[in-house]
């Protein structure tokens, strides 16, 4: 099924942006294009959260808490998925990790650490 390897992390001031980016390089297209990707996070001390998912159509769901803030998107060419992400605050520090679903199951990545602060 291949890796997913996420990239784009790090340290960002409150207010700022980052772009996060999920690869699915040995993935076949037949595989990744169906699938359906999110983002999830998880803070110290606290369960996984759901953030973001785009189906395989395009259509799109976001949490509460990051909605108008986080933009989701796909690139089904480069089997890559991306996460926007602006506003930032403290709140939204956690590693952030990439799922795939296809016929309901999952695969993760490794996460990417992203911490807001001043």
């Known amino acids: 099924q291949g890796p997913l390897v996420e990239s784009g992390g790090g340290l960002v001031q409150p207010g700022g942006s980052l772009r996060l980016s999920c690869k699915a390089p040995?993935?076949?297209?037949?595989?990744?294009?169906?699938?359906?990707m999110a983002w999830y996070r998880q803070a110290p001390g606290k369960d996984r959260d759901f953030v973001a998912r785009i189906t395989s159509g395009g259509t799109t769901d976001y949490a509460e808490s990051i909605k108008g803030r986080f933009t989701i998107s796909r690139d089904n060419s480069r089997k890559t998925v991306y996460l926007q992400m602006n506003g930032l605050t403290p709140e939204d520090t956690a590693v952030y990790y990439c799922?795939?679903?296809?016929?309901?199951?999952?695969?993760w990545g490794q996460g990417t650490q992203v911490t807001v602060s001043s």
């Open positions: 040995r993935t076949i297209t037949s595989v990744f294009n169906p699938s359906s």
């Open positions: 799922n795939r679903n296809l016929g309901g199951r999952d695969f």
